[in-house]
């Protein structure tokens, strides 16, 4: 009869001996999306360099380069992904969208420069596209910096107007009594529709583009900060009164922390409004910004130009919004497990 410590220990040695398990990223195989996504890129490149083109607008060298680093980037990453399962995951999870611009550029290439189904000065190739970043590189970056930093100022001022309103009212009866029916007045107006009112008061264009933007923000801001304080259970505030606290305890430890959800879903809703601000606030006469140039360039007919600088935009919004998601998720950490984002 075998003791118990030679079980035991005829257990361990075949625990010891059996192979280690294969962890999900050394299992991972280039599936058939990422396999067309790559062959797509390569496709693009291909095509590029060597099919003639019908449009002579720029070399297609630099797109042709482009695509071919993309395609050898990906094939790199694959090669990473085999070991890293954080990059596995990543490319797993990319491998469609990244199939679906791959296929979206040919089209785009083949419709414009090698077809020329679509021509000048409405559509632009992507080898002219390229060129004007680089051409315009110094002036796009000039805009780009400047919007970025009345967009950042207005959004500011906005956002911490908008939550000292939107703290008043929600916890104050009498600063809802008299600032609630203001805000349902004057909220929703949209802040084009100020832009005579705001080339009277303010002294400089500049600082009146700072409140169209700063006024787009206030609105959603304060109207879902107020419905967030106003949400907050009775019975947190009860507790806390029965342990001693004070009233201002109440509002930044109890009644702000429990609406937040509600606070961040404003910010949401105020950087999409601000971005909608920024463009007509820039018309007020301020000398720079995407706004700027792309009234600039299409009064030119420069259309190729304007693309650019809205391509531009849209990177900084996303970028913004993505920014603004990270904040939430980490601050908000504790309700994941409550809610489904």
């Known amino acids: 009869m075998t003791t118990t410590s030679e079980a035991l220990r005829a257990d361990s040695e075949t625990v010891a001996e059996a192979p280690a398990p294969v962890t999900a990223a050394r299992r991972y195989r280039p599936g058939a999306v990422f396999t067309a996504a790559w062959a797509l890129w390569v496709l693009d490149a291909v095509a590029t360099l060597l099919v003639p083109d019908r449009l002579h607008a720029a070399d297609p060298l630099a797109a042709g380069l482009v695509w071919t680093v993309a395609a050898v980037a990906l094939t790199g990453w694959a090669g990473h992904a085999y070991r890293n399962r954080a990059s596995a995951l990543w490319l797993r999870h990319w491998a469609p969208w990244l199939t ?5 550029v040919l089209v785009w290439e083949f419709t414009t420069a090698k077809s020329g189904w679509l021509r ?7 080898q002219h596209m390229l060129l004007i970043f680089y051409e315009d590189g ?12 009345l967009l950042l100022i207005g959004f500011g001022i906005g956002a911490s107007a908008g939550l000292g309103t939107g703290i008043a009212l929600g916890w104050s009866r009498l600063a809802s009594y008299w600032g609630h029916p203001v805000l349902q ?7 084009a529709t100020l832009l005579p009112l705001v080339l009277v008061l ?23 900060t107020r419905a967030g304080i106003a949400g907050v259970p009775r019975g947190y505030f009860d507790v806390a009164q029965t342990l ?3 009233p201002r305890f109440l509002i930044w430890r109890v009644a702000v922390p429990g609406a937040l959800p509600s606070i961040f879903t404003g910010l949401f809703m105020g950087l999409g409004a601000s971005l909608g601000a920024l463009a007509v606030a820039e018309l007020l006469g301020v000398k720079n910004g995407l706004g700027w140039y792309i009234q600039w360039t299409k009064g030119w007919a420069a259309y190729p130009r304007m693309y650019a600088a809205i391509a531009i935009m849209i990177v900084v919004c996303r970028t913004l919004m993505v920014i603004l998601f990270r904040i939430r998720n980490r601050v908000l950490a504790w309700e994941k497990d409550l809610v489904r984002w």
């Open 100 to 104: 679906v611009v791959g296929l979206w």
């Open 120 to 126: 000048p000065p409405y559509f632009a190739s992507p």
């Open 138 to 149: 110094g002036i796009l970056a000039s805009s780009t910096w400047h919007s970025l930093l």
């Open 185 to 191: 007045t004057l909220g929703p107006v949209p802040p």
């Open 202 to 224: 303010f002294p400089t264009s500049y600082s009146g583009s700072v409140f169209m933007v700063a006024f787009g923000v206030w609105f959603p801001v304060s109207v879902l």
């Open 244 to 246: 001693g606290a004070t």
